[in-house]
């Protein structure tokens, strides 16, 4: 079945230092990719996606870029700040079929804690 | 910008007690989700909707568990009885169909006692 795979953290990094949260994916077909970021006590927001390989997918300073050879969505922000302190989550959405329609589903990774110092 | 209403945000109940959840996605979305959060984990599916209709409940505890979204707008997610493991973050999301991108509710924490 699908699987996203997440460095483990927790990540610790300075104002301004570069970032890099790497993902990894098992799927079968050609699935979309995505980044979901959760502040502390609140629902997922959507980071970024990409929906096909080679795809680049970037907002808030934030890009990951869509590598169907090494299976990776790896994220990386050039500098970071306080503000971006969160939980960030890989997912992967993959279509299935039942009675003739077809469905996506989300699959997440397990989550990479992202704490930035003043 | 429209959002994904979930209430309670906090509940907290006894193990054995029955209890409820309720989602209002964003207008015109036809796909709804619940989710299941673990402390620490990443949000597992546990039932999606494609209008008023189940079209994956195959990870919800049945024997438990039940969803429903009968007008095909608004959703209630019913734990009973509730477990100490049941102890977690419930997500609902919507889409516009169920190849776009989902958006996610605030969640309710549920605590089992």
């Known amino acids: 079945g699908n699987s996203v795979t997440q460095m483990e953290g927790p990540v610790t990094l300075s104002e301004e230092a570069f970032l890099t949260i790497n993902c990894t994916y098992t799927?079968?077909?050609?699935?979309?990719l995505f980044w979901y970021v959760q502040y502390p006590g609140e629902g997922l927001q959507l980071l970024l996606k990409?929906?096909?390989?080679?795809d680049k997918g970037s907002n808030k300073g934030f890009e990951a870029t869509y590598r169907k050879e090494t299976t990776s969505f790896h994220l990386e922000k050039g500098s970071v700040q306080v503000s971006d302190s969160a939980v960030y989550f890989c997912?992967?959405?993959?279509?299935?079929?039942?009675?003739?329609?077809?469905?996506?589903?989300?699959?997440f990774g397990q989550g990479t804690i992202l704490t930035v110092h003043p | 910008e429209a959002e994904v209403a979930q209430s309670p945000r906090y509940k907290i109940t006894e193990k054995s007690q029955a209890v409820a959840f309720w989602c209002d996605p964003i207008?015109?979305?036809?796909?709804l989700y619940w989710y299941r959060q673990i402390l620490g984990q990443g949000p597992e599916l546990l039932v999606q909707?494609?209008?008023?209709?189940?079209?994956?409940d195959s990870q919800l505890p049945k024997d438990r568990f039940s969803a429903e979204r009968l007008k095909g707008v608004d959703s209630t997610l019913k734990i009973q009885p509730a477990e100490l493991g049941d102890s977690a973050m419930y997500l609902c999301a919507s889409s516009l169909s169920d190849i776009e991108t989902q958006y996610f509710g605030p969640g309710t924490r549920l605590l089992v006692l």
């Open positions: 799927a079968t077909g050609y699935p979309s």
């Open positions: 990409a929906t096909k390989a080679d």
């Open positions: 909707f494609q209008d008023e209709s189940v079209v994956d």
């Open positions: 997912a992967l959405s993959d279509r299935w079929s039942a009675g003739g329609t077809s469905y996506g589903k989300l699959t």
């Open positions: 207008s015109g979305h036809a796909t």
